[in-house]
């Protein structure tokens, strides 16, 4: 199972190297059908009860406050997001059956298994019903959920997840390509920064690195009101640096926490 908090610093044509056939073409699928049901300047910020245990009502404000002053310095835009999962885990119940079908079996040899003892049927009728048990109960309990996903799915997931919610926040769309996107996955425990055209043509990834890293610590600590907060403040003062604010500019994106399944 996957332990602790990941960094993920994605910033600039490196990243979008890295989407491979296959997964850009999934990834235009679901953003075109993403983008017909709503628009970003749709969405609503809600504060529903999974993120709840993690952030308040008065912390989303905090944060939507930092975007705010943080964009106060620069005609860069930011959007923080936090998504509860990107992998699916459908797959979960099976791998935790098998699981325990295994260790059946590996008992059942230990113990020279006779088909003509009753005691031993009885055993082997209980070790079935409790495969089928915890199978049926590991998508209603997030920590098996996480111990029968594995790693390298949630990190492909988490990251396929963040570059399709950078198209559907609208920061491409932006006037000078100088958007960014601070990005949390909480079931796969993993963060990433992707930003546009424009900022990975005068920015390194290297930039990010400490940010990130201070957003991952945050994090771990439970902290995630910091964690966004301090994330925040550091983007705009490097996108002040590269990116001031210029005359007549205006807000094209919305500044609150997005909050998503």
Known sequence: ?????????????RWRR?????WWWRLEWRRRGLLRRRRFGELVMTMQPWISKHLSKD???????????????????????????????????YLAMMAM???LFVVALLQHFDFANTTHLIWLAVGVVASLAVAFV????????????????????????????FYTTGIP?????????????????RAFILGD???SERMSEDSWVKITQDLVDSMK?????????????AVGDKLAKEFPLAAGDRNELHNHLVIKE
């Open 18 to 22: 890295r989407i491979r056939r296959r």
């Open 173 to 189: 769309s932006t006037d000078g390509r100088s958007g960014i996107l601070i990005f949390v996955s909480l079931f796969e425990r």
């Open 221 to 233: 600590k439970g902290d995630f009101k910091s964690a966004y907060v301090g994330a925040i403040s």
């Open 1 to 13: 199972p996957h332990v602790g908090w990941a960094r993920g610093m994605e910033c600039g044509p």
């Open 101 to 103: 079908l295994s260790l």
């Open 197 to 199: 055209h424009s900022i």
């Open 138 to 165: 590991t998508p209603l309990i997030e920590p098996l959920q996480k111990f029968f996903t594995l790693d390298d799915d949630e990190a492909e997931a988490a990251f396929e997840r963040a570059q399709l919610e």
């Open 59 to 93: 912390d989303a404000d905090a944060i939507e406050q930092a975007v705010a002053l943080a964009e106060s310095k620069t005609s860069g835009e930011i959007v923080p997001m936090i998504v509860r999962r990107s992998v699916s885990t459908r797959t979960a119940p």
